[in-house]
Each structure stands twice: as structure tokens, then as C-alpha cells.
């Protein structure tokens, strides 16, 4: 159902969706590019402009130096041609020595402009006539000569007006200049306005237009990817509640082989120990009745039989034992592990009085965990070493906890007769002995039994041993308390 829907409904391509949002964004920031160099321009230009008035200002400036520089030099002399004090020479001589270099700075001003070159040319023409005149008039002046009728004869003046006509000249193109340049940039500020309005409404109809494209094109993807997410949702729906339908059928079936696996247990609690006990029962009759007529080797295999019943009755009860273990429900709570090994290492003493066994155990061992199996797995490593230190004088048997990497790895060690590594691998399996029952008894369920109680716990469980020198089982559960 839902490889039909996913194939109907064509999904998203995400490089489409990044295509378009690069466009969404790429042309807006196009336009607005545009229109920076745009008004770049414009401003560059009106910066010009008003660089070029600001030009035209100083040379007006200039002009009117020069124009005041000529009349010092011309009222000068003629003061001290019409009183002869030394005193109106000074602003003559001053003007004179000023007017070069002002007349350098106008002449520089003007450059740019070959109609004002032709112009100053005629001006430094102009002055030079001027200034000849002038200074025959002061030699005539200072000779006692004609003086006078040089100065009625309107030489001077006529040259001086000459000049004056040539600076208004100058300076009216300049004004005209001027307002030519500002025509030009009031007109630049008008074109300005217009562009940028006109810019600025053509920008936004296209960012309208496309804006509305885009949304359309990705409301459309979305609608189309609604419905795909829709259909996946009642896919995953319809396959969470396959599933569930399974899990329920899976429960139901796994109850039914646990209520079989208790009804197996019974049988084997009940119906397998009736046998046994009647076969136990019927060679104890024999014994008692017919034992002084058996000879020695029937009495053995007599006692042989009863020590078999025996070993089958302590399988059953190990095989339960391992079943109740894989079945029974955990119930977490926090475990004194140390308080236990004690009780574990009393029953050890009071079964086996006559054994000098030293314990050494770590107080204060803590876990969290079901206090009932975790007791089991106890009884189990304790037992264990108890009975593989049965032929050791020195017996030393211990329990503590090492934490390496953040973990609590809890240990039982004793110096019994170990074990060859080569063989551990069949240490936690079901009936697997690593010794003989006739040496050491029982019924290699133990260890099985262990590890699938620490298994059940989150943990895992390991064994180290050296023939002769003792074994060490380490094993970890999910959660430890400080």
C-alpha cells in the first residue's frame, strides 16, 4: 500500500526546492545590484557637478583677487603721482608683487577651458601694456617731465578699463559656467527621481510577479508533499496496526507455550519424581529385606542405583530451577549484595561445619536488581568456589567489586583447583562439566543458571582461572548503586 501511494504521489526533489529559493534569491538581490550601480553613477555624477561649482566659485574668487589687485596698483600710483607721498607706493608694489603668482592660480583654474586660455592670454597682454605705461609715468613723474599730459591723454585708463573689461569677461563665463552645471545636475536630480521611481515600481511588480510564482510553484510542492506525507502516515498506521496484530498474536502464542512450559514443569515435578521416588523406595525394600542374602558387589550396585535417583532428583530440581529463571518476572529494587553473600557463606558454614574456610567480603556492595535471583546467582559463584576449595587446607574465598571505564564489575575469587581456559567457552553451557562428579558433585546447570540471570539484569559475566591457582567469575549488572 504505501510503495502505490509513494509512487503516485511524486515526492519533493529537494535540489528543485533549492533552485528555486536560490532564484527567490538571487533576483531581488540582481535588481538591487542594478540599481546601486545606477544610482552610483548618478551621485559620481552630481559629485562632479558639484566639484565643478565649487571650482567655478574659487575662480570667481580669483578673479575678483586679481581685479582688486589691479585697482591697488592703479590707485596706488595715481595717489602718489597726484601727491607724491611715498606712502601710496606701497600698496602699488604690493599689488605688483602678488599679481604673478595670482594670476598663476587663475591661469591654473581656468585650464580645463581653451576659450578662458585665450582669455588670460589677452589679460597678461593687457597688463603688460598697462604696466608700461605705468611705468613711464612714473619716470616722467620723477624726471619733473610731462607727467600730466600722459595721464589727461587717458592712456593708463583706457588699458586698466581694458583689463577690467577682460576679467568681467572671465568671470561672466565662468558664472555662465556655472549655471550651465547647475542646470545640468538639477536636471541630473530630476532624471534621478524619475529613474528611481520608475526602478523602483519596475522592481517591485517583478518581485510581486515572481514572488507569486515562487510561492505558487512551492505551495504546490507542498500541497504534493502533504499528500505524500498523508499517505505515508496511513501507511505507517496500517503497518502499526499489522504490527500490533502481530505482537498480540505473538503474546498470545508466547503465553500459551509459557502455560505448556508450566504444565511441562509440573509434569516434570510430579510425574518424573514419582517414578524416582518409587524406584529410591524399592531398592531401600531390598536393602532392608533381602540385604544379609546379597552379596557385596549386589549391595554396590544397590547403592549405585539410589545415588542415581538421588543425582536425577537434583537434575530436575537444577532443570526448574533454570526454567523458573528464564520465565519468572523481574522486579527491580535495590539489593544489598554484600548482606547476601553473608547469609549465603552461613549456610555454607552450618552445612559444612568441619571446613576452615577464610571469606573475605567487601561491605556495602549494592545493585539494583530482583533480590530473589540475584540471591540465585550468589548462592551459584559462592557454592561453587565453597566446593572447589574442598581439598585445599588454606581455603580463601572472596567477594568484591572493581569499576573500570565507569563500571561495576563485581568478583568472586577463590584459590581452588581451577580450570584450563582452553575449555572455558563450555563453562556456561547446560550441563557441561569440567571436572569429573566423582571428584567435585553436581549437575553443570549452575553456571547456565547465572548467566541467564545476569543476562536478564542488563550485565555480562566472565571467568578467569589457572589450573591449581584458582578461578575469578566477574559480572556486571545494568544498574549499580554507589
Known amino acids: 500500500m504505501s510503495s502505490t501511494l509513494a509512487h503516485a504521489v511524486p515526492p519533493t526533489d529537494p535540489r528543485r526546492f533549492r533552485r528555486l529559493l536560490l532564484r527567490a534569491i538571487l533576483l531581488p538581490l540582481t535588481l538591487l545590484l542594478m540599481l546601486a550601480v545606477v544610482l552610483l553613477g548618478v551621485v559620481g555624477n552630481l559629485v562632479k557637478t558639484q566639484e565643478e561649482a565649487r571650482r567655478s566659485q574659487e575662480t570667481l574668487t580669483r578673479v575678483e583677487r586679481v581685479r582688486q589687485l589691479f585697482i591697488d596698483r592703479e590707485t596706488g600710483m595715481r595717489g602718489y603721482l597726484l601727491t607724491g607721498d611715498p606712502a601710496f607706493l606701497e600698496p602699488y608694489q604690493a599689488a605688483g608683487q602678488q599679481l604673478p603668482r595670482s594670476l598663476e592660480d587663475l591661469e591654473h583654474g581656468l585650464s580645463d577651458e581653451p576659450m578662458q586660455g585665450s582669455w588670460m592670454r589677452e589679460l597678461r597682454e593687457r597688463w603688460r601694456d598697462w604696466e608700461r605705461v605705468a611705468a613711464e609715468q612714473l619716470s616722467l613723474f620723477h624726471q619733473k617731465g610731462e607727467w600730466l599730459a600722459l595721464v589727461r591723454s587717458g592712456a593708463g585708463k583706457s588699458r586698466m578699463d581694458a583689463i577690467r573689461m577682460t576679467l568681467d569677461t572671465i568671470a561672466d563665463e565662468e558664472r555662465q559656467r556655472a549655471s550651465v552645471r547647475g542646470f545640468e545636475a538639477e536636471r541630473a536630480g530630476r532624471v534621478t527621481f524619475i529613474v528611481g521611481v520608475l526602478w523602483t ?12 510564482r515562487q510561492l505558487l510553484t512551492l505551495a504546490q510542492d507542498y500541497g504534493s508533499s502533504l499528500v505524500q506525507v498523508r499517505a505515508q502516515a496511513d501507511a505507517l498506521r496500517a503497518s ?38 518409587a524406584i529410591d523406595g524399592f531398592a531401600q525394600a531390598i536393602r532392608e ?7 557385596s558387589d549386589g549391595l554396590q550396585l544397590l547403592t549405585r542405583l539410589q545415588g542415581a535417583t538421588t543425582r536425577m532428583g537434583q537434575l530436575i530440581d537444577d532443570l526448574l530451577k533454570l526454567s523458573r529463571v528464564t520465565r519468572a518476572e523481574l522486579k527491580t529494587e535495590p539489593v544489598d549484595l554484600s548482606a547476601i553473600a553473608g547469609s549465603v557463606v552461613q549456610e555454607l558454614r552450618q552445612r559444612e561445619p568441619s571446613r576452615d574456610v577464610t571469606f573475605s567480603l567487601q561491605p556495602g556492595l549494592t545493585a539494583r536488581g530482583d533480590s530473589r535471583l540475584l540471591r540465585v546467582v550468589m548462592e551459584n559463584l559462592l557454592g561453587n568456589a565453597w566446593k572447589f576449595t574442598s581439598k585445599r587446607s588454606d581455603a580463601h574465598i572472596e567477594f568484591f567489586a572493581e569499576t573500570a571505564d565507569g563500571v561495576t564489575h563485581y568478583a568472586v575469587r577463590d584459590n581452588g583447583v581451577g580450570f584450563d581456559m582452553a ?11 569440567l571436572h569429573k562428579s566423582t571428584e567435585f558433585p553436581g549437575t553443570g546447570i549452575g553456571l547456565a543458571t547465572v548467566q541467564r540471570i545476569v543476562h536478564r539484569h542488563g550485565g555480562l559475566i566472565e571467568a578467569l582461572s589457572t589450573p591449581g591457582q584458582g578461578t575469578t567469575f566477574r559480572f556486571t549488572l545494568q544498574e549499580s548503586l554507589p
Open 423 to 433: 575449555y572455558a567457552s563450555k563453562l556456561f553451557s547446560p550441563f557441561q562439566r
Open 201 to 212: 515600481l519596475v522592481v517591485g511588480v517583478l518581485l510581486a510577479w515572481f514572488s507569486r
Open 289 to 295: 529385606d533381602e540385604g544379609e542374602r546379597l552379596s
Open 240 to 277: 502499526e496496526a499489522r504490527l500490533e496484530a502481530r505482537v498480540a498474536l505473538r503474546t498470545a502464542e508466547l503465553t500459551t507455550a509459557n502455560q505448556e512450559l508450566e504444565s511441562f514443569s509440573y509434569s516434570v515435578s510430579h510425574d518424573l519424581r514419582a517414578p524416582l521416588r
